[in-house]
């Protein structure tokens, strides 16, 4: 063999013994996770059916509509969101970093501490112990156990990185850095002051809606960014469109991102700069977002027929869709001063539009990024492929209509909503009733999405089971046409020198 | 095969198929293509364009802020609260008479202590309820030991000590609405209502006594004030908002 | 671009914003400097200090974990935020019996005492930030519009009191809202008891099995205590007095 290929060889064995060593932790991850994902949708469908049926499941004190919501947006935050993030950040700062993760011992027990510490608080609040502080609902012993697993998994990415090699630091990898950087000290200083500090309850509410917009601007968004950045022209084979913008991009992320949140609390007795400075920010959001979006989608768009057949891209591609739209969202939902439509912020302040961008950034965005990077993960991870690619195509299918449909009811139900709470002459009545079909549409919406993690979590177990495919045909989603560079599919062992490029 | 950097592995081990079994087992990874940063395509027009509208949106947003940093402003400088709702704000109108006793018997809570919440007084206090000095049309009687106190003998002869005056701070619509309650209540009913108009005369007729600031006596108040208050008389039946007792409008 | 460049540039764009919109507001918010009312201008004086009455601490947790704040807000937002000023019945009572115009935007002392401000995340029911005030004002309006004039607004505080039990126990048995109301039933805010020779004072008028009667629990009694002390029309200082100069003798409030 000629050199070039040895050391190619010796880099694929690099990265394939890199992920041999995360294999536990990762698929602890995202599996646990998929399990709160499902957890999450039927929490979600209870709560959206007694909106518009209160007499729904009423006779249980557990599952109150006031208990039953907050339960619902933790387990999707903290079960899912977070540990789908974990999963995507040790791995990709490790293949970066061209590390080894020479602690997964210690990541699968912080991973297990963080598990335990949220099932605990989502029993706290649907027992009735909940705090009554939008997001940060989880009774106050769980807070320390989470912030402790969170230095015990992140710790080691931070050492990857000090130690990586020398040479160009890819974007991808500023993007977890600066997440990493960011979730400890949103969340220490958020719940010290609301938690622990006390006589300042207007500057507590400020702090609560601050950390809920820092979590998705400073959290999510860059670590999903950090992996679209990675996955697309890893599995497109294609230059990223326009490297110079991304650091651009990233950099604007950085500077706009800490002011935004005030403006869910436009009107209330707070300094009158801070809601106004958190709406500019929210709305200049939208710059880092149509930067990273654009990017990456003039880089797949070149790459068409592999977006069709990649799992990996289609929920990537779909995702980054996901992030334009909350770009334009975040200048819709937070102008005060529109043309046509007037005053959107105050109408849709405290409608369920909040609910819908909440999900757009969860769902729609970071979601569909974390399902795009299980999908090229595991494989790798585990040395199986997929098993089956209708499975695939139908979380697909279901998660796109169930999410698309969720976010745009909710978006638009919710400016409804606003037109009747505005209407004045009106008795409350008409803006109360406003929301019922929209809350019938969405209850629909989320049994779509319950759908889809059925196909997903199982078709995860089974991997997880080191039940997939033994294969060096990918698991794609159409049958390949004849001449694959993979080879023939369904070969079982199909190796051989020709099959390892 | 012999791998040439691998002098001292046994000929009998077969490198090769050992080999290709690591490649195979790192077939997913073997076959992932590398990230290319390389990419320069200039970003179109439209993206500068799109971008220049959230910065007027953003801009749009930020003129609403007022003076930045300025922890102490809650609300936008020059605020004014200019409602929208047609009609202003006020409670429902109700006639002279309840919006003039309404606020009387608030007032009357002073009086209770001595003169009994029935209008009754009862032993060392004289009674309201059926006073001539509180009924009939010489209604600055009334005024006058309201505003001034009373030493010696009451209408009825009896001698009940000195009684406190209450005008000190009292104002023409306390007045007023005290009088109009105690004449309409506890068994009296003239019907009528006294004025803050009238009220204010009383004041000014106080003020111009011989003795101001001393009690008046009945033989004072036989000799100079045995008449009605000066002022326009007001139809009981009119409609006034009962908070600033100005005729509605309708 | 070194990690240092980039550890620099995160803290800097991080901090500044941080200390900002976070730290600053959450102290200077803290133990607010107290507002005097101003001779001649307004109608009292001395120190604005608005009196809470009522179980605030206890009635707040229940409230808090029960997710009320999930639907219910309490907040009036001045009229260049929001049409809450201009409804009748959200930011004080426009047509009160004694008091006339009473309405007025939130202000910072109306979250004294507890130590989160619920100011809530949709309005998919109504506003409670004058809660204690709407449900007396609306009995004594229909107590009026029947032609009863003798109820006093102690006897109305006492039946809108009643009614919120209702309420709590089940909207759809409350007259007021019953037909529209998506509020949830909080049944387990109550218990079944026998009638110990008379009905309790505060049983509920609910049909149940024989010989029983329903009761508020402990938690009940102090979530209603709260509610009903939400009463944020209060003649404000000048300074805090955003009403227009010419308010032309109609509104007389400080």
Redesign the interface.
């Given at each position: 063999m000629s050199t070039p290929d040895k050391s190619l060889?010796q880099d694929?064995?690099l990265?394939?013994s890199i992920?041999r060593s995360l294999r536990h932790p990762v698929m602890f991850f995202f599996t646990s996770g998929a399990a709160w994902l499902a957890v999450a949708i039927l929490l979600g469908i209870i709560s959206s059916a007694k909106v518009h049926s209160p007499e729904f499941l009423a006779d249980c004190p557990w599952l109150t509509y006031g208990r039953v919501f907050p339960a619902h947006q933790t387990a999707l935050v903290y079960g899912w969101g977070c540990q789908a993030a974990f999963g995507m950040i040790i791995w990709l700062m490790a293949r970066l970093s061209r590390q080894e993760c020479r602690a997964a011992g210690t990541v699968l027990v912080a991973g297990h501490v963080w598990n335990a510490a949220v099932t605990l608080g989502v029993i706290g609040i649907l027992g009735g112990a909940g705090t009554g502080v939008p997001w940060m609902e989880m009774p106050a012993f769980a807070w320390v156990p989470m912030f402790l697993a969170y230095v015990g998994i992140a710790i080691w990415s931070m050492v990857q990185f000090k130690v990586r090699p020398e040479g160009?630091t890819?974007?991808s990898q500023w993007y977890l850095m600066a997440a990493v950087i960011w979730f400890p000290w949103v969340f220490v200083s958020s719940h010290l002051l609301v938690h622990g500090f006390g006589g300042s309850p207007l500057g507590a509410a400020n702090v609560s809606a601050w950390y809920h917009s820092a979590l998705l601007l400073l959290f999510f968004v860059p670590v999903g960014t950090g992996l679209a950045y990675?996955l697309v022209?890893?599995?497109?084979?294609?230059?990223?469109?326009?490297?110079?913008?991304s650091m651009i991009g990233f950099w604007a992320l950085a500077i706009v991102g800490p002011w935004a949140g005030a403006q869910r609390l436009t009107g209330a007795?707070?300094?009158?700069?801070l809601p106004?400075?958190g709406?500019?920010?929210a709305?200049?959001f939208?710059?880092p977002a149509?930067?990273a979006g654009?990017n990456l989608l003039?880089?797949a768009a070149t790459a068409g027929p592999t977006v069709v057949e990649s799992p990996t891209l289609r929920f990537t591609v779909a995702g980054l869709v996901g992030l334009l739209v909350l770009?334009a969202a975040s200048?819709f939902l937070?102008?005060?001063?529109?043309p046509l439509f007037g005053n959107v912020?105050a109408m849709t302040q405290f409608t369920m539009s909040g609910y819908g961008y909440d999900l757009l950034a969860l769902y729609f965005f970071f979601s569909f990024l974390a399902f795009g990077t299980i999908y090229f993960v595991v494989?790798?991870i585990t040395?199986r492929?997929w098993l089956s690619r209708r499975l695939i195509s139908m979380h697909f299918m279901f998660s796109v209509y169930g999410v698309g449909g969720l976010v745009v009811i909710a978006l638009f139900g919710g400016l409804m909503q606003g037109i009747g709470q505005e209407d004045?002459?009106q008795p409350w009545q008409d803006a109360a009733r406003r929301a019922d079909p929209y809350a019938v549409f969405t209850t629909i919406a989320w049994c779509f999405l319950l759908v889809s993690n059925v196909f997903f979590f199982l078709h995860l177990a089974l991997m997880w089971l080191r039940l997939g495919r033994r294969?060096?045909h990918?698991t794609l989603l159409v049958k390949s046409h004849h001449g694959s560079p993979?080879g023939p599919e369904g070969d079982i062992?199909?190796?051989?020198?020709a099959?390892?490029? | 095969m012999q791998h040439s950097d691998k002098p001292d592995l046994d000929e009998t081990l077969n490198v090769t198929s050992s080999h290709?079994?690591?490649?195979?087992?790192?077939?997913?990874?073997?076959?992932?293509?590398?990230?290319?940063?390389?990419?320069?395509?200039?970003?179109s027009l439209w993206?500068f364009a799109?971008?220049a509208v959230?910065?007027l949106?953003?801009?749009?947003?930020?003129?609403?802020?007022?003076?930045?940093?300025?922890?102490?402003?809650?609300?936008?400088?020059d605020?004014?609260?200019?409602?929208?709702?047609a009609e202003?704000?006020?409670?429902?109108p109700v006639t002279a008479l309840?919006a003039y006793m309404?606020q009387g018997s608030k007032i009357y809570g002073k009086c209770i202590g001595c003169h009994a919440p029935d209008g009754k007084g009862g032993g060392a206090y004289p009674a309201l309820a059926g006073s001539d000095w509180v009924l009939g049309d010489d209604t600055e009687r009334f005024a006058m030991v309201i505003l001034n106190g009373l030493s010696g003998p009451t209408s009825t002869g009896k001698d009940f000590g000195v009684m406190p005056a209450q005008g000190i701070g009292m104002g023409p619509r306390d007045l007023a609405a005290v009088m109009t309650y105690v004449r309409n209540s506890f068994g009296n009913s003239t019907g009528d209502v006294i004025t803050e108009e009238m009220a204010a005369e009383a004041i000014k007729i106080s003020e111009a006594r011989a003795n101001p600031g001393t009690p008046v006596t009945a033989g004072e108040l036989d000799a100079e004030h045995a008449k009605p208050l000066p002022g326009e008389p007001l139809d009981p039946a009119t409609m006034l908002?009962?908070?600033?007792l100005?005729p509605a409008e309708e | 671009m070194s990690f240092r460049t980039f550890a620099i540039g995160l803290t800097a764009s991080f901090a500044v914003a941080w200390l900002?919109v976070v730290i600053?507001?959450f102290f200077?918010?803290q133990n607010p400097a107290p507002v005097s009312f101003v001779e001649g201008i307004d109608e009292q004086s001395g120190i604005y200090h608005p009196k809470r009455s009522g179980r605030v601490v206890n009635g707040y947790e229940v409230y808090a974990a029960n997710g009320c704040y999930q639907c219910h807000t309490q907040v009036a937002r001045?009229?260049?935020a929001g049409?809450d000023?201009?409804r009748?019945d959200l930011a004080g009572i426009?047509?009160?019996?004694?008091?006339?115009?009473t309405?007025r935007?939130s202000?910072?002392f109306d979250y004294i005492g507890l130590d989160f401000a619920p100011i809530g995340v949709t309005r998919l029911g109504p506003d409670l930030v004058n809660l204690g005030r709407r449900l007396p004002h609306e009995v004594l309006k229909a107590a009026r519009d029947q032609g009863d004039?003798t109820l006093t607004p102690q006897q109305a505080e006492a039946i809108a009191e009643r009614r919120l039990f209702l309420h709590l126990y089940n909207p759809r048995l409350d007259p007021a809202v019953a037909e529209w109301s998506a509020c949830p039933p909080h049944r387990f805010l109550f218990e079944e008891q026998e009638i110990q020779g008379q009905r309790s004072g505060d049983a509920l008028e609910i049909e149940t099995g024989e010989g029983m009667e329903i009761v508020p629990k402990p938690q009940a009694r102090a979530l209603v205590s709260y509610l009903m002390s939400l009463k944020h029309d209060d003649p404000v200082p000048a300074s805090m007095n955003?009403?227009?100069?010419d308010a032309?003798?109609?509104?007389?409030e400080g």
């Amino acid at each position: 063999m000629s050199t070039p290929d040895k050391s190619l060889e010796q880099d694929a064995v690099l990265r394939a013994s890199i992920d041999r060593s995360l294999r536990h932790p990762v698929m602890f991850f995202f599996t646990s996770g998929a399990a709160w994902l499902a957890v999450a949708i039927l929490l979600g469908i209870i709560s959206s059916a007694k909106v518009h049926s209160p007499e729904f499941l009423a006779d249980c004190p557990w599952l109150t509509y006031g208990r039953v919501f907050p339960a619902h947006q933790t387990a999707l935050v903290y079960g899912w969101g977070c540990q789908a993030a974990f999963g995507m950040i040790i791995w990709l700062m490790a293949r970066l970093s061209r590390q080894e993760c020479r602690a997964a011992g210690t990541v699968l027990v912080a991973g297990h501490v963080w598990n335990a510490a949220v099932t605990l608080g989502v029993i706290g609040i649907l027992g009735g112990a909940g705090t009554g502080v939008p997001w940060m609902e989880m009774p106050a012993f769980a807070w320390v156990p989470m912030f402790l697993a969170y230095v015990g998994i992140a710790i080691w990415s931070m050492v990857q990185f000090k130690v990586r090699p020398e040479g160009h630091t890819y974007v991808s990898q500023w993007y977890l850095m600066a997440a990493v950087i960011w979730f400890p000290w949103v969340f220490v200083s958020s719940h010290l002051l609301v938690h622990g500090f006390g006589g300042s309850p207007l500057g507590a509410a400020n702090v609560s809606a601050w950390y809920h917009s820092a979590l998705l601007l400073l959290f999510f968004v860059p670590v999903g960014t950090g992996l679209a950045y990675y996955l697309v022209p890893k599995v497109s084979g294609r230059p990223v469109y326009n490297y110079s913008l991304s650091m651009i991009g990233f950099w604007a992320l950085a500077i706009v991102g800490p002011w935004a949140g005030a403006q869910r609390l436009t009107g209330a007795p707070l300094p009158n700069f801070l809601p106004y400075l958190g709406a500019f920010a929210a709305i200049l959001f939208a710059i880092p977002a149509a930067i990273a979006g654009i990017n990456l989608l003039k880089t797949a768009a070149t790459a068409g027929p592999t977006v069709v057949e990649s799992p990996t891209l289609r929920f990537t591609v779909a995702g980054l869709v996901g992030l334009l739209v909350l770009g334009a969202a975040s200048v819709f939902l937070n102008s005060p001063d529109l043309p046509l439509f007037g005053n959107v912020l105050a109408m849709t302040q405290f409608t369920m539009s909040g609910y819908g961008y909440d999900l757009l950034a969860l769902y729609f965005f970071f979601s569909f990024l974390a399902f795009g990077t299980i999908y090229f993960v595991v494989p790798r991870i585990t040395r199986r492929e997929w098993l089956s690619r209708r499975l695939i195509s139908m979380h697909f299918m279901f998660s796109v209509y169930g999410v698309g449909g969720l976010v745009v009811i909710a978006l638009f139900g919710g400016l409804m909503q606003g037109i009747g709470q505005e209407d004045f002459a009106q008795p409350w009545q008409d803006a109360a009733r406003r929301a019922d079909p929209y809350a019938v549409f969405t209850t629909i919406a989320w049994c779509f999405l319950l759908v889809s993690n059925v196909f997903f979590f199982l078709h995860l177990a089974l991997m997880w089971l080191r039940l997939g495919r033994r294969s060096s045909h990918p698991t794609l989603l159409v049958k390949s046409h004849h001449g694959s560079p993979h080879g023939p599919e369904g070969d079982i062992d199909n190796a051989g020198p020709a099959a390892a490029h | 095969m012999q791998h040439s950097d691998k002098p001292d592995l046994d000929e009998t081990l077969n490198v090769t198929s050992s080999h290709e079994r690591m490649l195979r087992d790192a077939a997913a990874v073997a076959r992932e293509k590398h990230v290319n940063e390389g990419g320069s395509e200039p970003m179109s027009l439209w993206i500068f364009a799109a971008c220049a509208v959230i910065l007027l949106a953003g801009g749009l947003a930020l003129g609403n802020a007022g003076s930045f940093f300025n922890y102490n402003q809650t609300v936008k400088p020059d605020y004014v609260r200019i409602l929208k709702d047609a009609e202003g704000g006020g409670p429902p109108p109700v006639t002279a008479l309840k919006a003039y006793m309404a606020q009387g018997s608030k007032i009357y809570g002073k009086c209770i202590g001595c003169h009994a919440p029935d209008g009754k007084g009862g032993g060392a206090y004289p009674a309201l309820a059926g006073s001539d000095w509180v009924l009939g049309d010489d209604t600055e009687r009334f005024a006058m030991v309201i505003l001034n106190g009373l030493s010696g003998p009451t209408s009825t002869g009896k001698d009940f000590g000195v009684m406190p005056a209450q005008g000190i701070g009292m104002g023409p619509r306390d007045l007023a609405a005290v009088m109009t309650y105690v004449r309409n209540s506890f068994g009296n009913s003239t019907g009528d209502v006294i004025t803050e108009e009238m009220a204010a005369e009383a004041i000014k007729i106080s003020e111009a006594r011989a003795n101001p600031g001393t009690p008046v006596t009945a033989g004072e108040l036989d000799a100079e004030h045995a008449k009605p208050l000066p002022g326009e008389p007001l139809d009981p039946a009119t409609m006034l908002n009962p908070v600033t007792l100005e005729p509605a409008e309708e | 671009m070194s990690f240092r460049t980039f550890a620099i540039g995160l803290t800097a764009s991080f901090a500044v914003a941080w200390l900002a919109v976070v730290i600053l507001p959450f102290f200077k918010l803290q133990n607010p400097a107290p507002v005097s009312f101003v001779e001649g201008i307004d109608e009292q004086s001395g120190i604005y200090h608005p009196k809470r009455s009522g179980r605030v601490v206890n009635g707040y947790e229940v409230y808090a974990a029960n997710g009320c704040y999930q639907c219910h807000t309490q907040v009036a937002r001045p009229t260049y935020a929001g049409n809450d000023l201009n409804r009748p019945d959200l930011a004080g009572i426009k047509g009160d019996f004694e008091r006339g115009d009473t309405r007025r935007e939130s202000n910072v002392f109306d979250y004294i005492g507890l130590d989160f401000a619920p100011i809530g995340v949709t309005r998919l029911g109504p506003d409670l930030v004058n809660l204690g005030r709407r449900l007396p004002h609306e009995v004594l309006k229909a107590a009026r519009d029947q032609g009863d004039d003798t109820l006093t607004p102690q006897q109305a505080e006492a039946i809108a009191e009643r009614r919120l039990f209702l309420h709590l126990y089940n909207p759809r048995l409350d007259p007021a809202v019953a037909e529209w109301s998506a509020c949830p039933p909080h049944r387990f805010l109550f218990e079944e008891q026998e009638i110990q020779g008379q009905r309790s004072g505060d049983a509920l008028e609910i049909e149940t099995g024989e010989g029983m009667e329903i009761v508020p629990k402990p938690q009940a009694r102090a979530l209603v205590s709260y509610l009903m002390s939400l009463k944020h029309d209060d003649p404000v200082p000048a300074s805090m007095n955003y009403a227009p100069a010419d308010a032309g003798g109609d509104d007389k409030e400080g």
